[in-house]
């Protein structure tokens, strides 16, 4: 069985940090691209960033680079998302997804082939 658990989220102000979890098991991990999504309330679900496990392709949304760093462990199968400097406009629910292509697909297609994880909420405040 696939299984993704997301972990690390919380409450922090403006200009703090928080590094998200997403543990993962039931498929190879290295076969798979692994990506953060995030979605605020009243707004569609948006990529935030992706890693193939095997060799650390890396994605960025636009708005959190330079602020947030994806890496992954492949002796734990998880994947990680050091997250500072945050902002108001960071506050989502964040969650993980897991699908069998490279990372650039997986965020451009906003994970429609994915596996997902039950999510965790990032809250940020001014």
């Known amino acids: 069985e696939v299984q993704l658990v997301e972990s690390g989220g919380g409450l922090v102000q403006t200009g703090g940090s928080l590094r998200l979890s997403c543990t993962t098991s039931g498929f190879t991990f290295d076969d798979y691209a692994i990506g953060w999504f995030r979605q605020a309330p009243g707004k569609e679900r948006e990529w935030v960033s992706c890693?193939?496990?095997?060799?650390?392709?890396?994605y960025y949304l636009d708005s959190v680079k330079g602020r947030f760093t994806i890496s992954s462990d492949t002796a734990k199968n998880t994947v990680y998302l050091q997250m500072n400097s945050l902002k108001p406009e960071d506050t989502a629910v964040y969650y993980c997804?897991?699908?069998?292509?490279?990372?650039?697909?997986?965020?451009?297609?906003?994970?429609?082939?994915?596996?997902w994880g039950q999510g965790t909420q990032v809250t940020v405040s001014s």
């Open positions: 890693i193939s496990a095997s060799d650390d392709n890396l």
């Open positions: 997804a897991a699908e069998r292509s490279p990372p650039w697909r997986l965020c451009e297609r906003h994970g429609a082939s994915a596996y």
